[in-house]
């Protein structure tokens, strides 16, 4: 069975005799006492499954359980103890999430079997996460790509703070990234709900009516009450609902600070807005300015290393498009009509899209703009500072 498991105990003697029973069978750490199991699961080492003795010196097994179902929830727990007094299993479960509940003296026999159910429980945890992480991100991707077509400008906006989202949390290892990355896909679903001439005349930067305003408002509510019906969403819809909020709970006055991956998001969708009106530098200079009092200095050293890092700008046919290019300009037909607003990245369904296109009689514009990132050249997003050799082969504007 794949996983390591790790077991901790105070005697050597008592560890020496586990890993001499288990380790034909299984992948063994040991772990002398409560401190060091403690180093182990705090330095980012991932265990299947943790078996611990409860009577240790300084940090004992519900303590050492407790940390690690707080650091690796997924990981399970198993607790060996001498002490089998009911307060001591109630906290057990309580406190640590305890998988199974074991006395000493324990046979190996029955040590191994419960190792191997924890194995499995472990499996099956991890092999059922996967299955509702690719099947909603899939879910979520085709959703995205039927309502650009729908209203291309606010999913180009999307696409674009998606694009950002993704790299800030790449660059940070924001733990949440997944939540992130789908809250600024889904961002802008809820402008389905208003008109598409508001659309044009806000675009246009005409007067809004008081019941347009309030429709351009409040879309971020009707997306929010849109994706709180996914399963496993909610937390994504509250960050698709506060996406707006700024002065009024997250000012200065309060200091309040929000969580890192929320941050990421707000900060990017500030940034996009931003730019929209103005330089990206000067949008950039703005964003720090104004979130300073709820935003971590991390979240903005990053996005500041991305912006300024730059991209390189290319002219292209649709035969050359590539998966991962973000659009310069609209995409049109030769009449004039947008097939792609400026600011989405270029997928699979969508160069499809564009191919047939371009073979029908509406046709497309050609050379298309695009922006191509440096750090996709198999460079990893928080080494962009360096970059300097790409940059000198490369025509290299900022954002």
């Not at 794949?2 to 008592?14: A, C, K, R």
């Not at 299955?131 to 959703?143: A, Q, Y």
């Not at 879309?219 to 937390?235: D, I, M, N, Q």
């Not at 947008?338 to 499809?352: C, D, F, R, Y």
Request: negative net charge.
């Amino acid at each position: 069975m794949n996983g390591t498991i790790l077991l901790v105990d105070d005697d050597p003697n008592v560890l020496s005799g586990f890993k001499r029973h288990l380790r034909k069978q299984f992948d063994v750490e040991l772990a002398e006492g409560g401190q060091q199991a403690l180093e182990l699961v705090r330095s980012g080492r991932s265990f299947a499954v943790v078996v611990s003795d409860m009577q240790m010196p300084e940090v004992n097994g519900l303590q050492v359980l407790a940390a690690v179902a707080d650091a690796q929830p997924d990981t399970v727990r198993i607790m060996l103890t001498g002490n089998a007094d009911q307060k001591t299993a109630v906290d057990a479960v309580n406190q640590g999430h305890i998988f199974r509940f074991l006395n000493k003296p324990c046979s190996p026999e029955t040590l191994t079997k419960t190792l191997e159910a924890g194995l499995r429980q472990y499996q099956l945890v991890r092999a059922e996460q996967d299955l509702l992480s690719n099947t909603l991100r899939g879910t979520v991707s085709l959703v995205t790509e039927v309502l650009s077509l729908v209203h291309p400008e606010a999913f180009g906006r999307a696409a674009r703070v998606r694009s950002l989202c993704r790299r800030v949390c790449q660059a940070l290892q924001v733990p949440n990234a997944w939540e992130v990355e789908i809250a600024a896909m889904l961002s802008q679903i809820g402008c389905v709900s208003v008109p598409q001439e508001t659309w044009e005349k806000l675009f246009a930067g005409k007067q809004l009516s008081a019941e347009e305003r309030r429709m351009v408002d409040t879309h971020p509510e009707v997306g929010a009450s849109l994706v709180r019906k996914v399963p496993r969403l909610e937390t994504v819809a509250d960050m698709i609902a506060r996406q707006n909020v700024r002065e009024k709970r997250h000012g200065r006055e309060t200091g309040e600070r929000l969580e890192i991956g929320e941050a990421v998001f707000r900060a990017v969708l500030d940034f996009d807005s931003l730019a929209a009106e103005s330089s990206p530098n000067d949008a950039l200079r703005t964003v720090t300015r104004n979130s300073a009092a709820w935003c971590d200095a991390g979240v903005l050293e990053a996005l500041a290393a991305l912006v300024e890092a730059g991209f390189v700008t290319k002219s292209l046919v649709v035969d050359e498009l590539a998966p991962g290019m973000i659009f310069d300009e609209d995409v049109r037909t030769v009449d004039g009509g947008i097939l792609v607003a400026k600011g989405q990245e270029v997928n699979e369904s969508m160069l499809s899209r564009l191919r047939n296109f371009a073979q029908s009689a509406k046709g497309v514009r050609q050379p298309i703009g695009v922006r191509c990132y440096v750090c996709w050249d198999d460079q990893d997003p928080t080494e962009l500072e360096t970059s300097a050799s790409v940059q000198e082969k490369s025509t290299v504007a900022n954002l």
